[in-house]
C-alpha cells in the first residue's frame, strides 16, 4: 500500500538554496530595511485546484505545486494522506512559510481514480473534441452555402428586366437594413426625393412597371415583405437572409406578389 505522508517528505524543502549569516551591526550598510511581510504564493498546476491520479501510481507534490516568493528561502508543509492504492478522494493542505515568517495556506483536492475511470474520461474529452468540431464543420458549411445562395440570387437576371432599374438596383446589393428601408432608400435614388413607399396603389402585373414596389403579405418566414419590382420576374429585395439581393419576384412559401405604384407617378 502506498501511502504518502507528504508532511514528512516536504516539511524542509525549498527551490532555492539559502545560507544563514550572522550580520553584525557595524556590516549593515542600511539600518532602514524593510523586513520582509510579503507572504509567499502558492501555485497549483492543474484546473480547479484538483490533481487526478491513476490507482497504483505515484504521487509527488512536488510535480503539482510551485511556491514563489521575494525571499531567498521558503519552505512547504502539507497536511493530509494520499493512499493511491485506494480509489477515493483525499484532501490535504498545504502550507507555505518565508524566511521572514509570513505563511500562505491553500487546500488541495488530489483525486485517485482507476484506469477504466480515465480511459472513460479520455474517451469523453474525444467526443466532445470531435462534436465540437463537426459543430464548426456544419457552421462553415452553412455559412458557405448562404453565401453561394446570396450570390446565385443576386446573379439572377430574368428575361425582360428593364435595364436601367436593374443597373441601378445593384448599387444597393448587400445594403443593410429593413426591407422597407431599402425599398425608400432606392426609390429616393431613383425617382428623387418626396416619393412615400406607403403612399401607393395597386396595379396588376400586366400593368407593373419597373419602380413600382411589390409587397407580400406572407414572406415564407411568417412575416410581411416589401421589395422593388425591375421588371420580367425581377425585384430587389432588403433584408433577405440578412442582405440586400436581387432575386425572383416569387418567393418560396411566400404569398403571391401585389405590386403597388408610388402616388404622383
Excluded at 65 to 72: C, H, L
Excluded at 74 to 79: I, K, N
Excluded at 206 to 232: C, F, K, M, N, R
Aim: net charge negative; proline share 2%.
Amino acid at each position: 500500500m502506498k501511502r504518502f505522508h507528504v508532511l514528512s517528505a516536504l516539511a524542509c524543502f525549498s527551490f532555492l538554496t539559502a545560507f544563514s549569516m550572522p550580520v553584525m551591526a557595524e556590516d549593515r550598510k542600511d539600518d532602514s530595511i524593510k523586513p520582509d511581510t510579503q507572504a509567499p504564493v502558492i501555485t497549483v498546476k492543474t484546473e480547479d485546484d484538483v490533481i487526478q491520479i491513476i490507482q497504483g501510481n505515484e504521487f509527488d507534490l512536488k510535480k503539482y505545486v510551485v511556491v514563489s516568493d521575494n525571499s531567498n528561502e521558503f519552505h512547504l508543509m502539507s497536511y493530509g494522506e494520499v493512499d493511491t492504492d485506494k480509489a477515493a478522494t483525499y484532501q490535504l493542505k498545504l502550507v507555505a512559510i518565508d524566511g521572514g515568517g509570513n505563511t500562505a495556506n491553500a487546500e488541495l483536492t488530489v483525486k485517485v481514480i482507476t484506469q477504466a475511470e480515465m480511459d472513460a474520461q479520455i474517451a469523453e474529452e474525444k467526443a466532445r473534441l470531435e462534436e465540437q468540431e463537426r459543430a464548426l464543420q456544419r457552421e462553415r458549411l452553412a455559412q458557405k452555402a448562404k453565401e453561394e445562395a446570396a450570390m446565385n440570387m443576386q446573379a439572377e437576371i430574368s428575361v425582360g428586366a428593364d435595364g436601367s432599374a436593374y443597373d441601378f438596383a445593384q448599387n444597393y446589393i448587400g445594403m443593410s437594413g429593413w426591407c422597407t428601408q431599402v425599398a425608400q432608400a432606392f426609390i429616393d435614388g431613383y425617382f428623387g426625393s418626396g416619393y412615400n413607399i406607403y403612399d401607393n396603389y395597386a396595379v396588376s402585373a400586366a400593368e407593373a412597371q419597373p419602380g413600382d414596389l411589390i409587397y407580400y403579405s406572407e414572406s415564407g418566414q411568417g412575416t410581411q415583405h416589401w421589395a422593388v419590382y425591375l421588371g420580367g420576374e425581377s425585384a430587389l429585395h432588403g433584408n433577405f437572409n440578412g442582405t440586400t439581393v436581387i432575386r425572383s419576384i416569387y418567393l418560396n412559401g411566400g404569398s403571391e406578389p401585389t405590386f403597388l405604384r408610388l402616388n404622383g407617378r
